[in-house]
């Protein structure tokens, strides 16, 4: 299987028990980032995606896109969880640098925190949304 298939394959069927397997997917000293993280180890990456089984409920990816360039992949993705009962969702795109024998070395992660999570929150996410539209500055007539 090409490797931009089995690990987009991995993301949309990942669930608690898949953690364990990262091994298969991740180097022993991989690297990850994302808007939250930057870790070395394969450790440490499985620490991540615990947590976020943890902590969100349901989660789930649907990638949206796959490009591959030799060793590089792009996958542009969707992930959908629950928050308090409500359904929620934000896009983002993970980019992936694979060794030569395939699997993942560097992953990093591209999402806005601000839309995805900040948003969301009670008190915070009134306060982001005032802030956004001051931003955006006066509409246009």
Known sequence: MEPIVRIATLFQTFTPADVQQLGDYYREDAHFKDPFHEVRGLGAIQR???????TMEDPRFTVTRQIADGR????????????????QSFDGASHLRLDDSGLIKWHRDYWDPAESIYEKLPVLGA???????????PAAP
């Open 48 to 54: 991540i995606f615990a947590a976020m089984f943890e």
């Open 72 to 87: 590089e992949i792009v996958l542009l993705w969707r992930l959908s969880f629950q928050l308090r009962g409500a359904p």
């Open 127 to 137: 306060l982001m949304r005032w802030v956004k539209r001051r931003a955006a500055g």
